[in-house]
T-cell receptor
Framework: GAVVSQHPSWVICKSGTSVKIECRSL??????MFWYRQFPKQSLMLMAT?????????EQGVEKDKFLINHASLTLSTLTVTSAHPEDSSFYIC?????????????FGDGTRLSIL | AQKVTQAQTEISVVEKEDVTLDCVYE???????LFWYKQPPSGELVFLIR??????QNEISGRYSWNFQKSTSSFNFTITASQVVDSAVYFC????????????FGGGTRVLVKP
């Protein structure tokens, strides 16, 4: 089946640090990947759509300069939280669907718990 | 705009009881997809089912069943004979055909199955 790997699974770092999270589709190609944010006991909120070879599309209210997205290949997208602060602490989840059919179900990574001290 | 409402925030049952999770959606699109995902305590999202708007057949997969009622814009999910391993948060999601695969999630329903 479709496997999406996310790394790291857990990050604890000091305020002001930049943190990079990787999202890989292991057994399929994904032109598009998605980044979500989930606060405790809340739903998933889409942050941005990552497009291979082009700029990401950010949802309203998401700071582009704060959350840098790079999708350099058909199997890898990265999210960098720049100069992270405690309010950026959250659970970040990526997802991907197979290239060629935008109506394929999305397959999710295991998520990254980010804690900023 | 799309909207998904899961009115039940938390449901607690005893093992072997059946539990039904409600999902009501809003969309102006005539073609769309509905999904259910499971999020266990470990955090990962597990895909359970996808249903397109033209297929109103109910579906059963093991102890899981889904009831799609287009007339009431509902896509309810039932777990029969619940087990402790079913304890998780369950999310209903909607994707209109033209949405570029963007999902709109409901708020989730936390299911706690007690032994």
């Amino acid at each position: 089946g479709a496997v999406v790997s996310q790394h790291p699974s857990w990050v604890i770092c000091k305020s002001g640090t930049s943190v990079k999270i990787e999202c890989r589709s292991l057994d399929f190609q994904a032109t598009t990947m998605f980044w979500y944010r989930q606060f405790p006991k809340q739903s998933l909120m889409l942050m941005a759509t990552s497009n291979e070879g082009s700029k990401a599309t950010y949802e309203q209210g998401v700071e582009k300069d704060k959350f840098l997205i790079n999708h350099a290949s058909l199997t890898l997208s990265t999210l960098t939280v720049t100069s992270a602060h405690p309010e950026d602490s959250s659970f970040y989840i990526c997802s991907a669907s197979r290239t060629g059919n935008s109506n394929q179900p999305q397959h999710f990574g295991d998520g990254t718990r980010l804690s900023i001290l | 705009a799309q909207k998904v409402t899961q009115a039940q925030t938390e449901i607690s049952v005893v093992e072997k009881e059946d539990v039904t999770l409600d999902c009501v959606y809003e969309t102006r699109d005539t073609t769309y997809y509905l999904f259910w995902y499971k999020q266990p305590p470990s955090g990962e999202l597990v895909f359970l089912i996808r249903r397109n708007s033209f297929d109103e057949q109910n579906e059963i997969s093991g102890r899981y069943s889904w009831n799609f009622q287009k007339s009431t814009s509902s896509f309810n999910f039932t777990i029969t004979a619940s087990q402790v391993v079913d304890s998780a948060v369950y999310f209903c999601a909607l994707k209109p055909w033209a949405a570029g695969n963007k999902l709109t999630f409901g708020g989730g329903t936390r299911v706690l199955v007690k032994p």
